[in-house]
């Protein structure tokens, strides 16, 4: 089933490699193109930008998650939707109970949080949405390393491995999510 909103998270900088911003406009134009709906942080600046800016030029619908007083860089111009929470835990939930599916970009701890989140919350029963992650240039090897060793470890279940679907373009990793 084609899963039609879709949430990205990703850095607000964007990282050494001139990858990651590609990565970035290639993902928001390919789910406008596609007919998906984005669904971000707000932030206007970094691969956020990147990401949601692309989806615009492409004829997409934004869907923005801010928090109030913190997302100061806003293009309100290129958002369909906006909703503005009151923290960082109200914005990973929203966008998470909003989404049919997650991919994870390049980012720092904040995207690394929410990764986290979506396993937590299909651990606990709260949700279960795939997480997709583009591991371009070997971004996520290290993490990737350790998911495998909390599955191996028993800290992890079967099922719930498979909620992560991971591959290095974004037309591969939405034809996986679609089938998740």
């Known amino acids: ?63 923005s998650f801010r928090i109030r007083g913190l997302t100061d860089a806003y293009a309100p111009e290129i958002i369909t939707a906006d909703e503005t929470l009151e ?39 709260e949700m279960r949405r795939p997480l997709g992650i583009l591991n371009v240039n070997g971004y996520f090897d290290g993490l990737l390393q350790f998911i495998d060793t909390i599955h191996r470890e028993g800290f992890l279940s079967d099922e719930d491995k498979k909620l992560i679907i991971v591959r290095q373009d974004i037309l591969s990793l939405l034809a996986a999510l679609d089938e998740a």
């Open 1 to 63: 089933m084609k899963k039609q909103r879709v949430a990205v998270f990703c850095g607000s900088r964007e990282g050494k490699s001139p990858l990651y911003r590609a990565l970035a406009e290639e993902t928001g134009k390919t789910l406008a193109l596609q007919g998906r709906k984005l669904l971000f942080g707000g932030c206007d600046y970094g691969l956020m930008q990147a990401v949601s800016h692309a989806a615009f030029e492409n004829g997409g619908e934004v869907l």
């Open 87 to 125: 923290n960082v835990q109200q914005r990973k939930r929203r966008l998470i109970e909003a989404s049919d599916a997650c991919i994870a970009l390049p980012g720092g701890l904040g995207t690394l949080d929410e990764m986290g989140d979506v396993y937590s919350m299909a651990q606990l029963g």
